[in-house]
């Protein structure tokens, strides 16, 4: 589902197989496993995270699939994606998402909550699909949408008209930071942009923490519902 | 004062006569009951447009009827009245179930230009009118819900400030204040039939509206906190 590997101060993680990579209860919680484990890396606070994934998906969101079949099950994908992101979002380190494949709704606010993103131009979109699906938008995923997108016809174009968004439209927008001809390339650059990052030296505690502070209002909203209340730090959660 | 047609599935609400369709009680209160009909026989794929004939699109509250009540006192609480009573209006507009578009045939000041705010989509003429918050030349000061749907709907401090403190009169330069999303349109019915073929496009997407509205409110936390709206959750996707 999905495997971290580290190359040099680089920690990679990425979404196996050729699948939707829908974030189901198990693959969230590995993606959270994986998170705790390059916070306890010793080396981890002059490090830096890149997250990918395989084939023509990034993350096609929630497994809406399972949630029809048991509906519970919403509220468990939830939780465990909201623990993540604020996971992410405290991370003593930077972080890149390379998008190599389609990011939907869930999938999209994994992608936004890097603090980087890196998108192939070639094939792919960002895609806010509620709208299209009948589904409406949690107050945290706008959160998650107003942090990373500063234009209000911007984020209406994303939530209201559910766009499909290129990575020429996602730099445009200020959702996408760079874009590359093919998913390899998109990789490739983030691996150079990691290692110039990781050259300055940041202390990623530090770091860390002025990402919080900068993201206070998003990790307020967050936690602001009881089945988020362990969402910080809490590696040992059974969320 | 006020009309609403119905062509195929666009509502067209009208702010007849050639005058400064000034917000008094009894304007707000028509408005009011015709956004009320709309949302009533509002479908998949309903659109709304708002219009005016004339000059001014509106030229904010009747201050004028303020005053005529003889007293300082009095028009204090008449200018009063009309703030409240005018709230439900913006809140009508963010909780209908359609996409909304304001074609301006005119000015649109203070009141006039909240109502145009209200709004989902915002088409201007080139070739005539303004948008205008007059409070700081007049002297009034600003209703919270008023500063609130600015925050919400434009985004730079810049395009802030030239909106609420330089008491100018705004024309082609709103499109790139973030304002507006077009101001290529020549005469009343030059923008007209822009957002008709805009709310075309927007209508074939055979949208749920409830949903777009839920959607919709949650983009704007702030001002429907304030105007005392609340998202609804629904938890039936379309797989």
């Given amino acids: ?239 | 004062m006020c009309t609403l047609e119905k062509r195929g599935n666009l509502f067209l609400l009208t702010l007849t006569g050639d005058n400064e369709h000034r917000f008094n009680p009894d304007a707000i209160a028509t408005i009011l009951s015709l956004l009320g009909q709309a949302k009533s026989q509002a479908k998949r794929g309903s659109v709304l447009i708002t219009t005016g004939h004339g000059k001014f699109f509106s030229n904010g509250f009747d201050l004028a009827w303020a005053q005529a009540s003889g007293s300082l006192t009095g028009a204090a609480e008449r200018l009063h009245q009309m703030v409240e009573s005018f709230k439900p209006v913006v809140a009508a507009l963010l909780d209908l179930p359609m996409p909304t578009i304001a074609a301006l045939n005119g000015h649109a000041a203070a009141a006039g230009m909240m109502l145009a705010l209200s709004h989902d989509y915002i088409f201007m003429r080139k070739d005539r009118g303004v948008l205008y918050m007059s409070e700081v030349d007049i002297g009034l000061s600003m209703p919270d819900y008023f500063a609130a749907m600015v925050r919400s709907k434009i985004g730079t401090s810049a395009a802030r400030r030239e909106v609420l403190l330089s008491g100018k009169k705004i024309r082609g330069e709103a499109v790139a204040l973030g304002i507006v999303d077009s101001a290529a349109h020549d005469s009343a019915e030059g923008v007209v039939e822009a957002t008709v073929s805009l709310a075309e496009k927007l209508a074939a997407k055979k949208w749920n509206g409830d949903v777009y509205a839920s959607i919709r409110k949650s983009l704007y936390p702030e001002l429907c906190e304030i105007l005392g709206l609340k998202a609804t959750i629904f938890a039936t996707p379309k797989l």
Avoid at chain 1, 26 to 40: F, G, K, M, P
Avoid at chain 1, 55 to 78: C, H, Q
Avoid at chain 1, 217 to 223: A, N, P
């Fill in chain 1, 1 to 239: 589902m999905c495997t971290l590997e580290k190359r040099g101060q680089l920690f990679l993680l990425k979404l196996t197989g050729n699948g939707e990579h829908r974030l189901n209860p198990t693959l969230l919680d590995n993606l959270r496993s994986a998170i705790t484990q390059i916070r306890s890396d010793p080396s981890s606070s002059r490090s830096l995270l890149i997250t990918t994934s395989d084939g023509k998906f990034f993350s096609n969101g929630y497994d809406l699939a399972l949630a029809e079949s048991d509906p519970s099950l919403r509220v468990v994908m939830d939780s465990k994606l909201r623990s993540l992101v604020a996971d992410l979002i405290s991370l003593p380190m930077p972080t890149i998402a390379a998008v190599t494949g389609h990011a939907s709704a869930a999938g999209f606010v994994l992608a936004m909550s890097h603090d980087y993103v890196l998108m192939r131009r070639d094939r792919g979109f960002l895609y806010m699909s509620e709208l299209d699906i009948e589904l409406v938008i949690p107050a945290w995923f706008v959160a998650v949408i107003r942090m990373k997108i500063g234009s209000p016809a911007a984020r209406r174009d994303v939530m209201l008209t559910a766009e499909k968004v290129t990575a020429e439209r996602g730099l445009e927008m200020g959702i996408v930071d760079s874009s590359y001809g093919s998913a390899a390339e998109t990789i490739e650059a983030a691996i150079k942009l990691g290692e110039e990052i990781v050259r300055r030296g940041v202390d990623g505690y530090v770091y860390g923490r002025m990402r919080e502070t900068l993201l206070k209002q998003v990790l307020h909203t967050i936690g602001s519902n009881e089945s988020a209340s362990n969402r910080m730090r809490n590696s040992g959660s059974k969320l």
